[in-house]
């Protein structure tokens, strides 16, 4: 990996950044009455990091030839993208309220469509589909040398999904260099831990017999999650390099502390009196480096 300062400054504008959209993603389940708030929390960092600085994309027009491509594979989590876009002016949160799951203007929905929603590179429901077509993405770019890398985010609980690991066999295969996973590994999943539903441990060891670079930080923490992005070898589509896994140890709920690492919030609404906790929670767990 190549190895680079991260600026601090740099860092603290994307935590400050995060404590916004973790305000505005509570408040977004709150007015539309459904989310799986547990995940979309664990993966603000991610989100933000790659959306705010890491990721070669332009808001103002998400089809952009040249954009790299995010694959939301947790589609579940929509919310948390939808509240990105919506800072990012490409929405306005009462339009995204107004035109969700509504029947006949029907745009945003628990789980993502790209028909509806430009900014979705793939439409998301069923979990375990994301990194085989984030896997004929990379191979897509490099048929046509396109200097575009993907990156694919999944869950630690999607990793029961056996289409998974055929695509961790066939990116490794590929030497596709212009791929990187990002798995939130909260540890959660909706009946419980992922530890006694079927276990993926050791997974660093395992990504790495697939042949892949691996990773693994604190998820929750914008300085390592910088770090790791900006140490990504470049995207060349030609050259065969391993593909990178960055395991981001995460917290499900994180920011909340009544929602912190309880399985219960893994899907679900929340009232006005937990709103009102929770972003006292979100402000007062607020970072200061």
């Given amino acids: ?154 869950g630690d609980g999607e990793l029961n999904e056996g289409t998974n690991w055929e695509a961790f066999m066939a990116g490794g295969h590929h030497q596709l260099g212009n791929l990187v996973a990002l798995i939130d590994k909260n540890g959660l999943q909706m009946t419980g831990h992922t530890r006694d539903t079927l276990t993926i441990d050791p997974l660093d060891k395992k990504l790495k017999a697939f042949n892949w670079d691996v990773v693994s930080i604190d998820g929750n923490d914008m300085y390592a999650v910088c770090e790791a992005l900006q140490n990504l070898p470049p995207a060349d589509p030609v050259s065969r390099r391993k593909p990178v896994a960055i395991i981001l140890n995460t917290v499900k709920g994180k920011g909340v502390d009544f929602m912190e690492d309880v399985a219960t919030w893994h899907g679900g609404g929340i009232a006005k009196e937990q709103l009102e906790e929770a972003l006292v929670s979100v402000e007062k767990n607020r970072r200061v480096r």
Avoid at 45 to 55: C, D, S
Avoid at 80 to 100: N, P, W
Avoid at 111 to 130: D, F, M, Q, T, Y
Wanted: glycine content about 8%; charged content about 25%; proline content about 3%.
């Fill in 1 to 154: 990996m190549y190895q680079y300062n991260v600026d601090i400054e740099l860092v603290e504008e994307l935590e400050a950044k995060a404590v916004k959209i973790r305000k505005d993603l509570l408040n977004f389940i709150y007015r539309i009455g459904m989310g799986h708030l547990g995940g979309e929390l664990s993966i603000v960092e991610i989100a933000v990091a790659l959306y705010y600085k890491y990721m070669n994309y332009d808001p103002k027009n998400p089809k952009w030839e040249e954009r790299d491509r995010l694959v939301l594979s947790k589609g579940h989590c929509s919310e948390t993208f939808y509240t990105v876009y919506q800072d990012l002016g490409m929405y306005t949160m009462d339009y995204m309220v107004e035109h969700f799951e509504s029947l006949d203007t029907y745009k945003f929905g628990m789980h993502s469509n790209r028909l509806k929603v430009p900014a979705i590179e793939v439409s998301a429901g069923s979990l375990g589909h994301g990194l085989p077509i984030a896997v004929g993405m990379a191979l897509g770019a490099r048929m046509q040398k396109k200097n575009w890398r993907t990156f694919v985010l999944t």
